[in-house]
């Protein structure tokens, strides 16, 4: 709105008076839309952004515009936790928009903001054990997998130009959060991104699977030239200046590293050494000449004078492909950085070509770098989902940002009203702005790294919520509220699945997870009763059930097998083979025709077993990827399984013939629990679109919660447990 702020605020008060005299829920539609605007003229905004009932009933695109980038100071938490999740509030109605907000700040440790439940809600929150993340915004746009982001300034503002799988490259406004240029042109993915400046107009770089760069005009979203010389994708770009002109520097599947001059569009140096594909890419000054670092699949990071486009040093990273190159300066020095598969962040010495200083964190591979310019700080994105940020004098990680739903891509660093920010992409689809300056409240009740397995048991009158994941301890909480109880220790890897039983007559658990093991414990003392063995290696999937009046654990793993065992002696009863592949699922139930295991694989097939005599009863066939996980809902004879091919699949286990496919979840399907809801066959499943789904069985309906990460659930009554890479949630379903 462009009125003066006195005028705006007469506006803002007379718009309040009707929305507060009507109810929020009952306001125009102009309320919703424009009061924000309106409020953003007369001062207001942070005022109006700390009614959640006016939050729930926003326009969201036109809120989060208002809002920007939520670093402004002043701005109350209220505001940043919409900013958390504005991206989601478009596809929920207005309750459901509460039950957001009240699950984003249990997320963040957050209470007392005065999120009411609000009557005819389908879910609400109880409690929520989350590793904290810093503050940071969400842009979404692009249709496909995010790989490269590079920051600027465009007209005083600074912005973020990144690049997809969907072909395009995109301007953001990283004040406003507001994507203002679509660039089309490439055909096929975007691999890279740089940018540059050239007579104070900025430019971009881009990268990509067509074989070609484009050069892009930022303020007129023009292509000013297209690059051809590259026989295959090019997966890096860096710009630099040689002489009075821009250069880039580019590496590709070819092998080769290309030097290009961006006013004539001509090659200058075609340089050749890495013996496979160049995947990044970073050019600067070192000891007064100028040179491009090069990083490959073949495990080298390679420098080289720009100026007469000779090798200078070639050193090993010797345990993995490098993924991301950057230059810094420490202590006044020039240094090289390189990250890689092999999970490690290394410091070069550019004049000797010696390793300085390594840094590990990231638990998968760190596939890019970027450098503060104005300190000795490194941001890192990796395939653990992660964006960390490292002091280069100390070597301590400072800061671990967790967020994306899938791996980070590429990272860049910039400056956004007067604070620090990293901005991430990933597969997820999404662009993140990170406050780098922002600090949290340590948490210890959260556990650790990622929960693999969920679960809910009973012990006399109490109930539990269990949990546990990649830090190897199982965590028993209070159900009610979400106390922590007990941690048992003794897994030597990640656990992956965790399964309620009794032994000897009281409450017991079994867990199962990396190197074959399969232990049992008894959930009251904490204590571990024994340890199954049989498994030749990881034991991807666990249930318990009756045999002859004897409680067993079914497993299944890696080595093919799904095996049969006695809790309470751990003797071995039935190895069943049958999977080509591993066994990813498996689930057991009393039914019509006896105690049953419902087994699903990498072959794509489900599975049935009689636990009395250890023989498959039944191949089924329907699913086109590998299956993830079974359920076994007795009550009714039904078992349903989930997949990567991103299917629900509902199976008669009397006549044993498909009984419905239910499709909605838009990306692979990882985890799954059934029951009875309300007298009707009920399943929770959860998905890497983001998404838990609750599914009627009887009807195919189905409803969703915004709920990233997710691997492991459990249902019982109307209550669901799920395991995230970011910890547990509990949510009532109403």
């Not at 009610?480 to 007990?486: N, Q, Y």
Request: charged letters at 20%; one cysteine or more.
């Amino acid at each position: 709105m462009d009125g003066e702020p006195e005028t705006e605020a007469v506006i803002v008060e007379r718009l309040l008076a009707l929305a507060r005299s009507e109810g929020w829920e009952n306001t125009s539609p102009y309320i919703t839309r424009y009061l924000a605007s309106h409020a953003s003229a007369a001062g207001r905004l942070a005022e109006l952004a700390s009614d959640f009932g006016y939050l729930a009933v926003a326009e969201p695109e036109v809120l989060s515009a208002a809002l920007g980038t939520g670093l402004e100071r002043g701005m109350p938490d209220s505001a940043r936790l919409y900013l958390r999740c504005a991206h989601l509030m478009r596809r929920l109605d207005v309750p459901e928009r509460k039950a957001l907000f009240e699950l984003t700040a249990q997320q963040q440790g957050l209470s007392g903001l005065g999120v009411d439940e609000p009557d005819h809600v389908r879910w609400w929150p109880r409690w929520t054990r989350y590793t904290p993340t810093p503050y940071h915004r969400v842009l979404e746009g692009h249709l496909g997998e995010v790989r490269a982001v590079a920051c600027t300034s465009l007209d005083g503002r600074t912005v973020a130009v990144t690049g997809a799988e969907d072909g395009t490259v995109r301007i953001w406004d990283l004040e406003t959060g507001a994507a203002i240029r679509l660039l089309e042109g490439h055909d096929g993915g975007v691999q890279a991104v740089a940018v540059f400046t050239r007579d104070d107009r900025p430019f971009a770089v881009s990268a990509g699977d067509d074989a070609t760069l484009r050069v892009w005009d930022l303020r007129s979203g023009g292509a000013v030239g297209v690059l051809e010389g590259h026989s295959g994708p090019v997966r890096a770009v860096a710009v630099t200046t040689v002489g009075d002109g821009p250069v880039a520097v580019t590496g590709g599947a070819d092998r080769t590293v290309r030097t290009w001059d961006l006013e004539t569009g001509s090659v200058v140096h075609e340089m050749e050494g890495h013996t496979r594909g160049v995947r990044a890419a970073a050019a600067g000054v070192v000891h007064d000449r100028l040179v491009a670092v090069t990083g490959g699949a073949d495990r080298t990071v390679r420098t080289w004078d720009l100026v007469d486009g000779r090798p200078l040093l070639v050193m090993s990273h010797r345990t993995g492909w490098v993924l991301g190159v950057a230059l810094a300066r420490l202590d006044g020095t020039p240094v090289g950085l390189s990250a890689g598969d092999d999970r490690v962040l290394r410091v070069w010495d550019l004049e000797r070509g010696t390793v300085l200083r390594t840094f590990e964190g990231h638990g998968h591979w760190v596939r890019s770098v970027a450098v503060q310019p104005d300190g000795p700080v490194a941001v890192t994105g990796g395939a653990d989902r992660s964006v960390r940020v490292w002091d280069l004098c100390t070597g301590a990680e400072t800061q671990t940002m967790s967020g994306h739903s899938t791996g980070v891509r590429s990272v860049a660093v910039a400056e956004v009203n007067e604070r620090p920010v990293a901005v991430s992409v990933a597969d997820d689809r999404s662009v993140r702005v990170w406050d780098l300056s922002a600090s949290l409240a340590a948490r210890d009740d959260h556990g650790a790294d990622w929960v693999l397995g969920a679960a809910m048991a009973a012990d006399g009158d109490r109930l539990y919520a269990l949990t546990a994941g990649t830090d190897r301890v199982v965590r028993v909480w209070d159900l009610a509220d979400g106390t922590l109880v007990r941690e048992m220790r003794g897994h030597t890897g990640w656990i992956g699945r965790i399964v309620p039983t009794v032994v000897g007559g009281r409450a017991g658990v079994v867990t199962t997870g990396a190197h074959g093991e399969v232990r049992v414990w008894d959930l009251r003392r904490g204590t571990e009763i024994r340890r199954i063995p049989g498994h030749l290696s990881s034991v991807l999937a666990c249930a318990a059930a009756v045999v002859d009046g004897r409680p067993v654990a079914v497993t299944a793993g890696n080595d093919g097998t799904v095996r049969v065992s006695g809790l309470d002696d751990g003797a071995g009863r039935h190895v069943m083979a049958g999977h080509e592949g591993g066994v990813r699922a498996v689930a057991a139930g009393e039914v019509a025709d006896g105690p049953v295991a419902v087994s699903g694989g990498s072959d794509a097939t489900v599975r049935v077993w009689d636990l009395g005599t250890g023989t498959e009863t039944a191949t089924l066939y329907g699913h086109t990827g590998w299956v993830r996980e079974t359920v076994v809902i007795p009550e009714c004879d039904l078992a349903l399984s989930v997949s990567d091919d991103m299917t629900v699949r509902i199976w008669n286990l009397v006549t044993k013939e498909p009984a419905g496919v239910f499709t909605g979840h838009t990306a692979a399907v990882y985890a799954a629990a059934g029951g009875m809801l309300g007298g009707r066959p009920t399943a929770v499943t959860a998905g890497d679109d983001g998404t838990v789904r609750v599914w009627n069985l009887e009807n195919g309906e189905q409803w969703s919660i915004p709920l990233a990460g997710c691997y492991g659930l459990a249902l019982r009554d109307s209550t669901v447990v799920a395991g995230t890479h970011l910890g547990v949630s509990v949510i009532d379903l109403k």
